[in-house]
């Protein structure tokens, strides 16, 4: 099969297509022909040496945790996804061989039915993304009416998701994002939407329960500011950005509770997302789609930092 490989860590550019074998398929998974693949910071951190880079099995390698596509075998022939089914999901790398590639090999409890309102673009463009949402704001944050709650980075992939999930679930939103994202932000639910590139967030947000904190103090001090915003008992929730011992003391100085989400596979929870993305009450962006043999292309835009929604590689029409 034809796939985005890499044979070193590095820049962008030691993504290339290569043919590699079909991965194979133990009693319990499934074979699925990937049309698309989502691009995800993982991805891109793994690439340049870090994320899950020093567990991958060997070279070449391929990457990509999203994926949507067409069942080719199913585990058994009394599963409810059988060849043909249209699904999505998420592909446990570096354990597996990722959706960067024609055909995965893929668990039964990482996938669930695609939702026929979506195109294989748009699905693609879901499992992470929004698992990762869903944990944060859902799971840990347990979203709910007047929960008065900001998040950072909204405009972004699993950013956009946290914003429609809270205010889903009824909280107050308020996210942070560039100029170009505002109104957008205000369209997804945020009540309050802050560009970050003029105004320094603390100095205008009121006190709130809950802080989604998917940027730390990667670049500057924005993880340990939000902690300045947070009511004495609340909740920062961190995404793995590298902050998190340093979050995790400046918290309990603070007097605030601390956590890190970990995004899984889970099909369960997928298909719960499913119904809310079929009902029209969230909805996902694609920022741009990629030819297969454009995946360095689309590394270095996703590192640039400003992408809105996600970004997929298309890697057949259907």
Known sequence: MTAAVIDATGSPAVLRTATVPVPHRSGSEFIVRVVAAGVNPIDAKTRAGGGVAAELPGYPAVLGNDFSGVVVR???????????????GM???????GSYGQYIAVPSLS????????S????AAVPVAALMAWGMV???????????VLIHAGSGGVGHFAVQFARYFGAHVTATGSTRNLEWLRELGASVAIDYTTT????VVGEVDVVIDLVGNVHD?????????????????????????TM???????GVRATTYKVAPDGDTLSTITRLLESGDVKVFVDGVFDLDKAAEAHTVLEDGHTRGKLVLKLADS
């Not at 996938?111 to 979506?118: D, H, M, S, V």
């Not at 320094?200 to 100095?203: K, L, Q, V, W």
């Open 74 to 88: 199913s585990p058994y022939e009394a599963h409810p996804l059988q060849p043909g089914t249209e699904v999505y």
């Open 91 to 97: 592909v446990p790398v570096p354990r597996y061989s």
């Open 111 to 118: 996938i669930a039915r695609k939702p026929p309102t979506l």
């Open 120 to 123: 294989h673009v748009e699905a």
């Open 138 to 148: 859902v799971e840990l944050a347990k979203a709910h009416d007047g929960q008065r």
């Open 200 to 203: 320094r967030f603390d100095e």
């Open 221 to 245: 001090d924005t993880g340990s500011r939000s902690l300045r915003v947070l009511r004495r008992g609340g909740l920062i929730v961190n995404a793995p950005t590298g902050s998190w011992p």
């Open 248 to 254: 995790s003391a400046e918290a309990e100085a603070a």
